[in-house]
């Protein structure tokens, strides 16, 4: 895992779950590293999410596209607190294990979630340092790229997208970039993930066997 994720990760909830292992592949051009912590989800489910939402934004916005190519090392597919993350020390994009494998959303709404850490992207590889950022103005960047990608797609696709760029721009600065208490998020993921693991009762074959 590179270094920072590594850190973080540990810092959040003690490390990595002992057992876990690391996926590496390639999806369109992207290397993507896939930790799945839950049995109850399939990671190639997880990786056709999103590969359906790397190709809507090579089909709808393809400059965009060749951004992430050239800003991102990474696309990292791990359980976390939340959709989406940017890391500037890895350059790496997080999107979130149990949000690629919703049905109840389109590809559209996973896009647009990866085209906002894009932005986070440009704008650390453009060489703006962290002490100068005005988080709520940059977030406002992300969200109108938002906004722009769910106007240029179909409409049944472009709708849902649209509607959460338009709320999120209507909010007051402490609103659009908030402080996350991430020891209240870590507690709150744990116990969903506690509840599914006790919905899932498969059977699993030994570890090299099946």
Same mark, same amino acid.
């Given at each position: 895992?590179?270094?920072?994720?590594?850190?973080?990760? %540990?810092?959040?909830?003690?490390?990595?779950? /002992?057992?876990?292992?690391?996926?590496?592949?390639?999806?369109?051009?992207?290397?993507?590293?896939?930790?799945? !912590? /839950?049995?109850?989800?399939?990671?190639?489910? &997880?990786?056709?999410?999103?590969?359906?939402?790397?190709?809507?934004?090579? /089909?709808?916005?393809?400059?965009?596209?060749?951004?992430?190519?050239?800003?991102?090392?990474?696309?990292?597919?791990?359980?976390?607190? !939340?959709?989406?993350?940017?890391?500037?020390?890895?350059?790496?994009?997080?999107?979130?294990?149990?949000?690629?494998?919703?049905?109840?959303?389109?590809?559209? !709404?996973?896009?647009? %979630?990866?085209?906002?850490?894009?932005?986070?992207?440009?704008?650390?590889?453009?060489? &703006?340092?962290?002490?100068?950022?005005?988080?709520?103005?940059?977030?406002?960047?992300?969200?109108?790229?938002?906004?722009?990608?769910?106007?240029?797609?179909?409409? %049944?696709?472009?709708?849902? &997208?649209?509607?959460?760029?338009?709320?999120?721009?209507?909010?007051?600065?402490?609103?659009?970039?908030?402080?996350?208490?991430?020891?209240?998020?870590?507690?709150?993921?744990?116990?969903?993930?506690?509840?599914?693991?006790?919905?899932?009762? /498969?059977?699993?074959?030994?570890?090299?066997?099946?």
């Amino acid at each position: 895992m590179p270094g920072a994720l590594w850190a973080l990760l %540990s810092r959040l909830f003690g490390g990595a779950p /002992r057992g876990v292992e690391q996926e590496r592949l390639s999806v369109r051009g992207f290397n993507v590293l896939v930790e799945n !912590t /839950r049995p109850d989800i399939a990671t190639p489910d &997880v990786i056709e999410r999103l590969d359906e939402a790397l190709g809507l934004i090579e /089909r709808t916005q393809p400059w965009r596209f060749r951004h992430l190519r050239r800003d991102l090392r990474v696309i990292w597919v791990v359980r976390y607190p !939340t959709r989406g993350a940017y890391f500037p020390a890895d350059r790496a994009c997080l999107t979130e294990l149990t949000f690629l494998a919703r049905r109840d959303i389109t590809a559209a !709404t996973v896009a647009s %979630s990866i085209l906002h850490e894009g932005v986070h992207a440009r704008v650390d590889c453009r060489g &703006v340092q962290p002490g100068s950022r005005d988080m709520a103005r940059e977030e406002r960047l992300c969200r109108r790229a938002e906004l722009a990608f769910g106007q240029a797609l179909p409409a %049944s696709l472009g709708a849902p &997208v649209i509607e959460r760029a338009i709320e999120s721009l209507a909010l007051a600065d402490a609103e659009v970039a908030p402080d996350i208490d991430w020891e209240v998020a870590r507690r709150r993921q744990a116990m969903i993930d506690e509840a599914a693991a006790g919905r899932d009762e /498969r059977p699993r074959p030994p570890r090299g066997e099946g």
